[in-house]
């Protein structure tokens, strides 16, 4: 254990580039963090959940749901998994009917769909590609078909790549990244309003693009696109009293970061936030419901930051 310098997990010898020189010219760890994983790696985006070791910890069983959400309907994109399926479970201890999309992950779409129905919620689970936007259209005439409206929309499936410089970035990575977190938010959003009243919607953005992660510039990009997005229609919907707010999560272990990052990377995961560890999802869930509920009645256009204090706005 390298517990001289908080590396509270490592073995000795292990330092996944967190290492300076001090005053006697020692090699030491910079910062003070907990590991929550060691190295690991997925060839597939947005990454299965089944797969990752340790588990992300997406349901605290001290919450306790109030009816907040009662006979609310709600699409959860993205929502087999990661801050998805966290959102998912915390709907359905309030009461409201979830729908998951998702787009290929089975295994833990189906394992997310077992966990609510345990719990006594109803849940229907939709695959395809949010890319298309027909798919949009099946998704909502799913759901109206089977719970008759759409109360709650939350916009949370995405992916991200690293690469280390702009000339990285292929035009099909571009295309891909934007067809997947942007367009199909548009597509899908377009859908719900035929049939939304007084409803909310809730967008996943990120943290990164507060602070302009370097590695991450296409992803940036898109994410600041959704905050754009956000705040241009909460302004356009308010007198129809449909709030849109956005969500910015900081670093969270969910699928998506053993299947982007390379994995000397994992370990370091929040290091350089004020907590100096990952998240895990059931700590951002509790805000969806926050925004998706009666609570924020006078809330709109906002961006609500998760992040352990590595960003403050």
Known sequence: MNDKYGCKSCEVGDNYGL????????????KEFNIKAYPQYQSVQPGMEYLMEPKPIFDNPNYKGSGKLKDKVAIITGGDSGIGRAVAVY??????????????EHTDAEYTKRYIDALGGECLLISGDLK??????????????NFGKVDILVNNAGVQFQQKRLEDISNEQFDYM???NIYSMFYLTKEVLKYMNNGSIINTTSITTFYGEPELIDYVTSKGAIVGFTRALATNLATKNIRVNAVAPGVFWTALQPSSWMPNKIPTLG???DMRRCADPYEIAAIYVYLASDDSSYTTGQVFHINGGQYKG
């Open 271 to 273: 290091s350089d936030s």
């Open 19 to 30: 290492l300076y020189l001090d005053e006697c010219d020692n090699r030491v760890i910079g």
């Open 132 to 145: 298309n936007p027909e798919f949009s259209k099946m998704i909502v005439k799913n759901t109206v078909d």
């Open 178 to 180: 934007m067809k997947t």
């Open 91 to 104: 709907f359905a201890k309030e009461g409201a009917k979830t729908i998951i999309v998702y787009y290929n």
